[in-house]
């Protein structure tokens, strides 16, 4: 099937660890995204690669670190979790601006 | 800057009832304009889209019309159905820069048997 999967789905760990999101795509997609929906659903952008170029980083704090070994694969990585960053995260690809975004599933993850 | 306004929510409808979600949107130029769902536990699907003024999309019943004179972009179903209680999102791809899409809040639709 072709899709933008992330792994994992669901993501429980300690404040204070640090954990990796994986995304891929198969679409043959030039940019991806990353997004965290808060519990009031509101959808922020933090990152965006095309061609595993940096072309977005909004105001997003330094323990967030995207990585793009290609341009089918973006992972989040993030160090010392704090409670807040408790959301969920969706990757998302693209390829012209009237096709609109490909979203994955998302991964819930929780800070306890 | 560009952005996009949408109705608040929740909205609730009993079935078979008319739906009508309201979306404006500010932006320079004509950007492509798009409605996704989300529902429950899954991430967004685009469920239609409209890249020029006048333009209709439609799918699933739904549809919107890209209005210029009102820089609006409403969705509509004549008769809504349990299955479609979800999250719509109002988006947004300005003319220029499509590595940036503006997302509305987003307007819970819950539909009652």
Same mark, same amino acid.
């Given at each position: 099937?072709?899709?933008?999967s992330?792994?994992?789905?669901?993501?429980?760990?300690?404040m204070?660890?640090?954990?990796s999101?994986?995304?891929?795509q198969?679409?043959?997609?030039d940019?991806?995204?990353?997004?965290?929906?808060?519990?009031?659903?509101?959808?922020?952008?933090?990152?965006?690669? @095309?061609?595993k +170029? $940096?072309?977005i980083?909004?105001?997003?704090?330094?323990?967030? *670190?995207?990585?793009?070994? !290609?341009?089918?694969?973006?992972?989040?990585?993030? @160090?010392?979790? +704090? $409670?807040?960053?408790?959301?969920?995260?969706f990757c998302?690809? *693209?390829q012209?601006?009237? !096709?609109?975004?490909?979203f994955?599933?998302?991964?819930?993850?929780?800070?306890? | 800057g560009?952005?996009?306004?949408?109705?608040?929510?929740?909205?609730?409808?009993?079935?078979?009832?008319?739906?009508?979600?309201?979306?404006?949107?500010?932006?320079?130029?004509?950007?492509?304009?798009?409605?996704?769902?989300?529902?429950p536990?899954?991430?967004?699907?685009?469920?239609?889209?409209?890249?020029?003024?006048?333009?209709?999309?439609?799918?699933?019943?739904?549809?919107?019309?890209y209005?210029?004179?009102?820089?609006?972009?409403?969705?509509e179903?004549?008769?809504?159905?349990?299955?479609?209680?979800a999250?719509?999102?109002?988006?947004l791809?300005?003319?220029?820069?499509?590595?940036?899409?503006?997302?509305?809040?987003?307007?819970?639709?819950?539909v009652?048997?």
């Amino acid at each position: 099937d072709t899709a933008v999967s992330q792994t994992p789905k669901y993501l429980v760990t300690q404040m204070g660890n640090d954990k990796s999101i994986k995304c891929e795509q198969n679409l043959g997609h030039d940019t991806m995204y990353w997004y965290k929906q808060d519990s009031k659903k509101f959808l922020k952008i933090m990152f965006s690669y @095309n061609n595993k +170029e $940096l072309i977005i980083n909004e105001t997003v704090p330094n323990r967030f *670190s995207p990585k793009s070994p !290609d341009k089918a694969h973006l992972n989040l990585h993030i @160090n010392s979790l +704090e $409670l807040g960053d408790s959301a969920v995260y969706f990757c998302a690809s *693209s390829q012209t601006r009237t !096709d609109g975004y490909t979203f994955g599933s998302g991964t819930r993850l929780t800070v306890v | 800057g560009d952005s996009v306004t949408q109705m608040e929510g929740p909205v609730t409808l009993s079935e078979e009832a008319f739906l009508t979600i309201n979306c404006t949107y500010t932006a320079t130029g004509y950007p492509s304009l798009f409605w996704y769902v989300q529902y429950p536990g899954e991430g967004l699907q685009l469920l239609l889209k409209a890249t020029k003024a006048d333009d209709k999309g439609s799918n699933k019943g739904f549809e919107a019309t890209y209005r210029k004179e009102t820089t609006s972009f409403h969705l509509e179903k004549g008769s809504v159905q349990v299955s479609d209680s979800a999250v719509y999102f109002c988006a947004l791809s300005p003319r220029g820069n499509f590595n940036k899409f503006y997302f509305g809040s987003g307007t819970k639709l819950n539909v009652k048997p």
